[in-house]
């Protein structure tokens, strides 16, 4: 479930952060969740972030963490509609 859950949020950042949060020519979706989110700047690339790096990988933790906590409440959830005896 776990696995599950990173796959459904690094989903979710690659279409939520990148073009918003950050600017990567060579981003590739889903990876897109894995740091570093800017490289360093060449003649063909223009890489850069849109908002302050702190704030991108703040949210970004804030994803990695929802990722790690979901599945324990979903469980939690399903857990409390089936009686033990």
């Not at 599950?4 to 979706?29: E, K, N, R, T």
């Not at 897109?32 to 908002?51: G, M, S």
Request: net charge negative; charged share 10%.
């Amino acid at each position: 479930m776990l696995i599950a859950s990173i796959l459904a949020f690094s989903i979710l950042w690659s279409v939520a952060a990148p073009g918003v949060l950050y600017y990567c020519s060579d981003d590739v979706p889903i990876m897109a969740f894995i740091p570093p989110f800017v490289h360093a700047p060449t003649e063909q690339t223009n890489d850069r972030y849109l908002v302050s790096p702190v704030l991108v990988y703040c949210i970004w933790s804030g994803f990695l963490i929802a990722a790690a906590v979901s599945p324990a409440l979903l469980l939690r959830r399903v857990g409390h509609g089936v009686e033990t005896k």
